[in-house]
């Protein structure tokens, strides 16, 4: 658009984008939810969980197996149970939570961009999310990173909001989202939010009255009221348990112990943060090229850019220094990062040439490029490397459509000085068809090479509840796939002396194991029998879609019955 296009063509260039984001919200969150069984391992422990609950009939105790299981706070579980108990105890119910998370999510953001910046920005920044790598992935699993992020950066953005729009109201809800979100994952909520504030006062002298200002000893009072009646009755009903469990293993020696070797350097989460920013990486890079640049001619960044930036660098700051990494979470920089991105974009869409965006402007250059790159290292392993369907060359074929039609555009938009369209429509279309060729093709591929699930069901069907013991033997990562298949308690078995007293019982019994254990128990001479017997992947991986594909894993059920 140019400047002189009136305003109701840009009134119906973001209804466009409106219909537009109705549909790539639909695709990423909603389309096929249920369809693939729970990935390995979490999903479904998160899903057992709060079935086990449903069964027990008490919503504040999580349980896994019959036993108590301190992982994280019960907010998630009694949503996630709640779901369950409305479309049935399956993976659209397990799932159904994180999607309608991550759907708030989108609207928070929205909300937030428009209220501090501009309606655009506000409309960019959600178009931007919906359509990220981290949405897409999160929002379809079953866990609770989505609901946390919701809470955690939703209230974050009510008291920036209650700053920086002089709206002191504002920060009450946003105290009670905090609560909700440690309610949800623990105090790690209060820590981002409390590092973000404490370094935004400390580099700030326009924000730190401002901030001093909000209520904040009542504030944490509402946290503590909200969040606190669950850890209490769980200290009151397990005592030493609970603090061992939850307190010590799952906080302070998860941040600062060694629990768990061959974690990630220093640089993982910003490697994570590159890829998962694909194709609009240069831009946020760029965007912190001319903040930088700006601070060094003496200008100083508005308060809006200060407490994004604030935001992200406490999140990644902080989850770097725990000697305990997942990819995932830092998935609550991605409203932060999608506004900045949304800014510097329309800042260069009122002002492309000027030189204070001279940085974000090299980066949104590199969009078209990067997309060609996507969609030929796409096509290369869809011909070269992996097995699936010939249709779907379709998602390569129009990535790299996108990125040549938006290079070319971006030249002729610079020859002749024309702005940047309202929304990046050719990296929307591009995301928009990965995600969807992913769940037309891809997932449905690494279904049918899943093997856990059909084993665990045959298990189900033949030994119905109460005929005989069912136990799994060094299954490791796919135990929670078995235990919500099967259905009822389960021994997790992974020593072989406990095995094989387990196999010379009298009683029937039912036990999972790869074949080559089997084969280890029939030469000690134990008389074994397998019931059922199918070959598939180890653990969920690309590999498992080459098209020289790796020697498959034999599971068997090995049973005797009455």
Excluded at 68 to 94: C, I, N, T
Excluded at 117 to 146: K, Q
Excluded at 348 to 371: C, D, T
Excluded at 490 to 516: C, S
């Amino acid at each position: 658009m140019s400047a002189a296009d009136p305003p109701g063509r840009r009134a119906r260039g973001r209804a466009l984008a409106l219909g537009v984001g109705a549909v790539l919200a639909f695709v990423v969150l909603f389309w096929r939810l249920g369809a693939p069984t729970f990935w390995d391992p979490d999903e479904a422990h998160y899903a057992e969980t709060s079935r086990e609950m449903i069964a027990t009939g008490d919503y504040w105790t999580p349980r896994y197996n019959g036993q108590p299981f301190f992982d994280k706070p019960a907010l998630f579980h009694q949503l996630q149970a709640a779901a369950m108990r409305g479309v049935g105890p399956s993976e659209l119910g397990a799932r159904l939570v994180p999607a309608m998370a991550a759907l708030a999510l989108i609207g928070v953001t929205w909300w937030f961009g428009s209220a501090v910046a501009s309606p655009h920005v506000g409309l960019v920044a959600a178009l931007l999310l919906t359509i990220s790598p981290g949405l897409f992935a999160l929002a379809r699993y079953a866990i609770l990173d989505t609901l946390f992020t919701l809470f955690t950066s939703g209230g974050a953005a009510l008291l920036a909001a209650a700053v920086l729009r002089d709206r002191p109201r504002l920060q009450w809800a946003g105290y009670i989202a905090i609560a909700l979100g440690v309610a949800t994952k623990g105090p790690v909520a209060l820590v981002l939010c409390g590092l973000t504030f404490l370094l935004t006062m400390a580099v700030s002298k326009e924000l730190r009255p401002k901030l001093l200002a909000l209520r904040w000893i009542a504030g944490l009072a509402i946290v503590a009221a909200v969040a606190s009646p669950w850890f209490i009755l769980m200290y009151v009903r397990y005592g030493r348990q609970f603090i061992d469990g939850y307190v010590l293993n799952e906080n302070v020696r998860l941040f600062a112990g060694n629990l768990y070797a061959n974690q990630p350097g220093v640089w993982f989460y910003f490697q994570i943060l590159t890829t998962g920013l694909l194709p609009w990486t240069g831009l946020v890079v760029g965007r912190l090229v001319d903040d930088v640049r700006a601070l060094r001619r003496g200008e100083r960044l508005d308060a809006l850019e200060i407490l994004l930036w604030t935001w992200t660098a406490s999140v990644v700051g902080f989850f770097t220094a725990s000697t305990f990494k997942l990819d995932h979470y830092v998935f609550p920089v991605a409203p932060a990062l999608c506004l900045l991105c949304a800014r510097a974009w329309v800042d260069m869409w009122h002002e492309e040439f000027a030189s204070r965006h001279a940085g974000a402007r090299a980066g949104g250059h590199l969009v078209g490029p990067l997309l060609v790159m996507m969609g030929i290292g796409c096509g290369y392993f869809l011909v070269a490397r992996l097995d699936l369907p010939r249709a779907a060359i379709v998602v390569p074929i129009a990535i790299a459509g996108c990125g040549v039609a938006l290079t070319t555009f971006a030249n002729l938009r610079a020859r002749l000085r024309l702005r940047p369209p309202i929304v990046p429509w050719f990296g929307l279309v591009a995301l928009g068809v990965t995600y969807a060729g992913l769940l037309l093709y891809v997932i449905p591929a690494l279904e049918q090479r899943k093997v856990v699930p059909d084993v665990a069901r045959f298990v189900a069907r033949q030994a119905p509840p109460g005929d005989g013991r069912v136990a799994s033997f060094r299954l490791n990562r796919w135990t929670p796939a078995l235990r919500f298949y099967v259905d009822r308690p389960m021994e997790f078995l992974d020593d072989a002396a406990e095995a094989e007293a387990f196999l010379q019982r009298p009683e029937p019994f039912y036990i999972v194991m790869r074949r080559g254990a089997f084969d280890e128990f029939v030469a000690r001479g134990l008389p074994l029998t397998i019931a059922y017997e199918r070959d598939g992947m180890w653990a969920t991986s690309g590999r498992a879609l080459w098209r020289r594909r790796e020697t498959p894993t034999q599971f068997v059920v090995v049973a005797r019955r009455q």
